[in-house]
Every structure is written in C-alpha cells, then in structure tokens.
C-alpha cells in the first residue's frame, strides 16, 4: 500500500508540473537522496531523464536500475577533475562543465574513451561565492579554447541563481543568461552550439521557462522534501 501511495503522489506531482511546460522543455528529475523506488515511480509516471549531484551515488543508482536501459542521465553537481573518467562512464549530459581546465581535461578523456558527451557551460551571471562557474567576461575570453575541443558536445549554457534573490531579479538575470547564449550562437563558432538553457529549479522554473529555458531541474517539486 505504501508503494502504490508513493506511485500515486509522485505522479500526480509530475502530471501537474507537465501541465505547466510546454513540450519543448526537458523536465530533468533530480534525484540526489532520492529513493529507488521514488526513481521507479517517477519513471512509471514518464520519467526519462535523472539528474544527480554526485558520480558515486548516481554509479550505485545506476546499478540497482540497470532494468531501466532507456533512462539519461545528466550530472548537474560540481565535477572534480578526478572524477571526470567515472562522470563520462556515467552520465550522457553534464550540465556542470564549469572552467576551461575542466572542459580541456574532459576532452581529453572522451577522445580516450571514443565518447562525445553532451554538456552546458555553466555560467555564473552574478557574484556568489557558493557557486562554480565562468564569470561573463572569463568566458567569452575563453570560447576560442573551448571551440577547439573536438569530443565534448557543447550545446548551451546552465546557471543557478545566488540564494535568496528576488523574484524579479531571478526572472532578469535568466533573461541575461539566454541573452549571453544568443550573443555567443551569433559569432559563428565551429563547434560551440547554444540550443540549451539548463536553468530553473523548484522555485524558480516558472520563471526560467518564461526566460526561455529548454531545460528544468527539479527534485522537491517532484518528489517533496527529503529527509
């Protein structure tokens, strides 16, 4: 009975959210400390597409849901560049591509490993230092760099905005986020293509898919509070 609760009110939560996107927006289910049978019951509702913080716990997930085949999954948490072998065995997207050093390194290992794994360049529009990312400037000065990277799929830009930032000023600054990723789509690069927003979280994904966000990260909205 338990179970059939669970099935109930994860997919009565992701119907409802489905309603309020349109279909061109990808709804990545986050699951960082999120149950297997939570995950289940999220893919019997639909759900294709998980998205996890950590290497090693989305490698243990993996495993108990090898039953799964057809499920992506996109690593949105801050990568280590020794993790960056396991994270491209593990993960078809990375949304967290986060430095020139990073991006160079995971190059370097799809080339290695024959992979080409699909990733946004996230981007850090506003100073906070709880946040990893490319500053404006850092990044448009190293697109030429990042344009030589021949395995990794660059196909957007991800951000998250600081803690406690109004409403109106979230909404601006996801508008200035698709804005940056026009700007770079119009200089023409040979590789770096800019068909993905990654940007919009529980609270804030309305407003992110107002802005143009092709894809939204959400966890509690799906699966309610943890712990």
């Known amino acids: 009975m338990i179970g059939s609760h669970l099935d109930e009110a994860i997919a009565s939560r992701i119907a409802l959210v489905r309603q309020q996107l349109p279909e061109s927006v990808r709804l990545i289910a986050v699951t960082k ?14 759900i294709r597409d998980f ?37 491209l065995a593990h993960f078809q997207w990375i949304h967290s591509l986060d430095s ?3 991006a160079q390194e995971l190059d ?3 080339g290695a490993l024959l992979q080409q794994p699909q990733v946004c360049l996230q ?12 500053t404006v400037p850092q990044l448009i000065a190293d697109l030429s760099e990042l344009d030589r990277c021949q395995n990794i799929q ?5 951000t998250i905005p ?4 109004p409403q109106a000023e979230i909404l601006a600054l996801f508008h200035s986020t698709r804005e940056l990723a026009e700007k770079i789509q119009g200089q023409n690069w040979s590789r770096i293509q800019m068909q993905h927003l990654s940007m919009g979280m ?7 898919v107002q802005a143009g966000a092709t894809m939204v990260r959400l966890g509690r909205t799906l699966f309610g509070e943890r712990g």
């Open 33 to 46: 400390q999120v149950s297997i049978d939570a995950m289940r019951s999220a893919y019997a509702a639909g």
């Open 51 to 87: 998205g996890e913080s950590r290497v090693q716990e989305a490698e243990a997930k993996q495993l108990q849901l090898q039953d799964l085949p057809d499920i992506t999954w996109h690593l949105i948490g801050h990568l280590q560049s020794n993790k960056a072998k396991k994270a």
């Open 100 to 102: 020139l050093k990073l």
């Open 108 to 110: 370097a290992k799809a």
């Open 123 to 134: 981007v850090k529009l506003l100073p906070d230092p709880n946040k990893y990312g490319w």
């Open 154 to 158: 660059i196909l957007g830009l991800m």
């Open 162 to 165: 600081p803690l406690d930032l």
């Open 202 to 208: 529980s609270d804030d994904y309305l407003l992110a």
